[in-house]
């Protein structure tokens, strides 16, 4: 084995995986896995059926295990089935020994503590189903969350599913625009927010922000108000309450009756990026959703009762969904949810949350690894990171210095890295390594999870075969239960069809480039549409580029992504301005203003160039290859393949020419 070998691609360093991990792991061999993983395709229905009995409780038995149509996009599992979520995550375990186990433990930014039992955590959530139940909540409607990590949203979110409300969470580092976008596109009944968030010592003044969106979204009849700092902050007579008075008054009780929903009854709402226009709702339904995220929790994290498991996500993205609130909550684990960031009070803070609450499962994003790798050594190593097993990766592909700096300084070479391929519309890991049994390849997301089907498909739109080396585009053929059920608002599936279901023809199109090994390992080689992954964030050019449009002396611009150190991918706005008008010096600054208030801060551009014209086809289409080569520091012409299609080239020189920072 090379240690120092760093391939980004098939036939490099291997790890095995250690007697430390396999001792425990849940899983035994890897031809375990492979006779799982073979029934779970043979007989999906029957796999599925054993681990919807093992993994969830049912009220009622479901009628069909599986309906679908990947044509014109339809797909059914359990239905029929009741069942719900908050009743599977909590009330289950006040009697299978767990009443008393820690299921959060809050981590707070000054760097205090608080544990939540799962009795504890029952309470809460009924006292706020209670009171979402009094501010006219009913199944089906829509209730927004607008939270810090505090672990009222956790209490939210279930509190919805307790009652059959469908959440929508909103990041909160969103502004105020994005907020209101998505409140009017949902039509949120209620807003669940806090007077301000706390991280990395800064406030972030929610409620303020919030306020302004509310003025454009009428939807909202209530607002429930988290005193996360108990400053004063405007509240709105008869729209506006707090959390913490709602949630203790008299008549408000701390049991409520579960709303036995079925199977393909929405849960969740969560709005991503695509290539174009606003961002679309993906909607998540209840019993397929919770049985991949708590099959995956299991058998991805291998977590044990006595594990302490810790996900550095936020709630406002799918990870936090999944890997934070319902699977390590659907198999009954104790789940850290922190407030702050990596960097404070110094670059030390998840190593110091390892060490002190003996952390088993540690789940973060390569931008995060890599800007801790940066900081030194000396802060991983001045923290006791034994209790660690496993450590995972999710978001973007991890580049193979920072998955060896992972590997050999936080999992002291023993841990295994779970390198976890997923997406906001599979719910669950889809791809993973499974921990203990499963080699290791820096860089290769793995193995396909049990049901996942994956096919890469290359220019000719046929499978690539395996081992050859051939980069194509990542495919499914076929359903999965967590797999998300359509777009909200979208009539007949046909924007759902469109995006995931048209490209290829009865598959399932993931928008990512892949490699697949003589092994089966997928290494993945980033996105193939207008999408940009910053720090493991999906962001769309299309709204980047709105928001730069909407400044009175931009004629347009066109956004797209190049190779940034610790980001993963940076942003480059590329734009005109309207006849006759003189770039101003502080231009650079204003556009990102006007980014930073219509999307939120991780959406301004790292660079921004004034060129006099795009690059334009003869059919008026903006050749974004070459933007992405000048972005990346490309400026030898002849890499960038075929220009006589475009209407003027002399616009590609200008373009080099003019490039900032050469
Ligand atoms: O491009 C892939 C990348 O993130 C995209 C999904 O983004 P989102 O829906 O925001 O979900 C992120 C968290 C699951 C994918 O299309 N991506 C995610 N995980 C990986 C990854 N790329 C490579 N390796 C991963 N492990």
């Given at each position: 084995m090379n240690e120092h070998h760093t391939p980004s691609s098939p036939g490099g360093a291997v790890y095995e995986p250690t007697e430390y991990v396999h001792e425990k792991s849940w899983l035994t061999s890897l031809e375990q896995y492979q006779e799982l993983y073979q029934q779970s395709v043979e007989d999906p229905e029957t796999f599925w059926a054993e681990q919807a009995k093992e993994f969830l409780y049912w009220e009622k038995p479901w009628d069909k295990v599986l309906e679908w149509d990947f044509d014109d996009p339809h797909i059914s599992w359990f239905a029929g089935g009741k069942t719900n979520v908050a009743y599977n995550c909590v009330d289950r375990h006040l009697h299978d020994g767990r009443r008393n186990k820690a299921a959060i433990i809050w981590e707070s930014d000054e760097r205090k503590s608080k544990v939540y039992t799962y009795q504890g955590v029952y309470n809460r959530v009924c006292r706020l189903a209670n009171v979402l139940k009094a501010h006219g909540v009913k199944k089906g409607d829509v209730v927004a969350i607008y939270l810090p990590m505090v672990p009222e949203a956790v209490f939210s979110m279930l509190a919805c599913a307790r009652i059959g409300a469908i959440h929508t969470v909103v990041f909160s580092g969103f502004s105020a625009t994005a907020l209101r976008d998505r409140l009017q596109a949902s039509q949120a009944k209620v807003l669940i927010t806090a007077d301000n968030g706390v991280r990395g010592g800064r406030i972030n003044p929610l409620k303020a922000q919030a306020d302004e969106a509310l003025l454009e979204a009428p939807s909202v009849k209530t607002v429930i108000v988290v005193g996360r700092t108990r400053q004063e902050v405007d509240m709105m007579p008869g729209r506006d309450v707090y959390y913490h008075e709602e949630v203790s008054r008299d008549d408000i009780s701390s049991h409520c009756d579960v709303e036995?929903?079925?199977?393909?009854?929405?849960l969740f709402i969560l709005y991503t990026s695509g290539s174009t226009g606003k961002p679309k709702g993906i909607v998540h339904t209840t019993a397929g959703y919770l049985l991949g995220t708590a099959m995956t929790s299991k058998y991805t994290f291998d977590i044990r009762d006595d594990d302490v498991y810790f996900c550095t996500a936020d709630v406002g993205w799918i990870t936090g969904h999944s890997y934070i609130t319902y699977g390590p909550m659907a198999i009954g684990a104790t789940s850290i949810v922190f407030e702050g960031v990596p960097t404070y009070p110094d670059a030390g803070r998840f190593w110091d949350i390892v060490a002190r609450h003996g952390v088993n499962q540690f789940y973060t994003a390569p931008t995060a690894i890599r800007s801790l790798m940066r900081s030194g050594d000396e802060f991983p190593n001045a923290?006791?990171?034994?209790?660690?097993?496993v450590i995972g990766s999710v978001g973007e592909p991890i580049n193979p210095a920072a998955w060896e700096w992972y590997y050999h300084v936080i999992g002291h070479d023993r841990c295994s890295v779970v390198d976890t391929w997923w997406q906001t519309e599979g719910g669950a890991h889809m791809l993973t390594t499974i921990p203990g049994i499963m080699k290791m390849k820096p860089s290769a997301a793995g193995l396909p999870f049990f049901g996942m089907q994956p096919v890469v498909m290359n220019s000719e739109k046929e499978p690539s075969e395996a081992a050859t080396g051939e980069e194509g585009r990542l495919c499914i053929k076929f359903p999965w239960p967590s797999m998300a059920r359509g777009i909200w608002d979208d009539p007949g599936n046909a924007r759902f069809k469109e995006v995931y279901f048209s490209q290829y023809p009865g598959l399932y199109f993931s928008g990512d480039a892949a490699v697949c090994d003589e092994d089966g390992y997928i290494w993945l080689k980033g996105r193939?549409?207008?999408?940009i992954n910053v720090s493991g964030h999906r962001i769309g050019t299309a709204e980047i580029e709105a928001s730069l449009n909407s400044h009175p002396e931009v004629a347009e611009s066109a956004v797209v992504g190049f190779p940034h150190e610790i980001k993963g991918e940076g942003i480059y706005a590329y734009v005109v301005l309207k006849d006759g008008v003189d770039p101003d010096p502080g231009l650079d600054q204003i556009l990102a203003g006007l980014v930073r208030k219509n999307i939120g801060p991780i959406a301004k551009p790292d660079v921004t160039h004034i060129v006099n014209e795009l690059p334009k086809t003869r059919s008026g289409k903006i050749m974004r290859r070459i933007l992405r080569k000048v972005a990346a520091g490309i400026t030898d012409k002849e890499q960038y393949g075929d220009l006589s299609t475009l209407v003027d080239e002399t616009v590609v020189d200008q373009i080099i020419d003019t490039r900032p920072h050469k």
């Open positions: 036995w929903v079925d199977a393909e009854d929405p923290h006791d990171l034994s209790s660690l097993r193939v549409d207008d999408v």
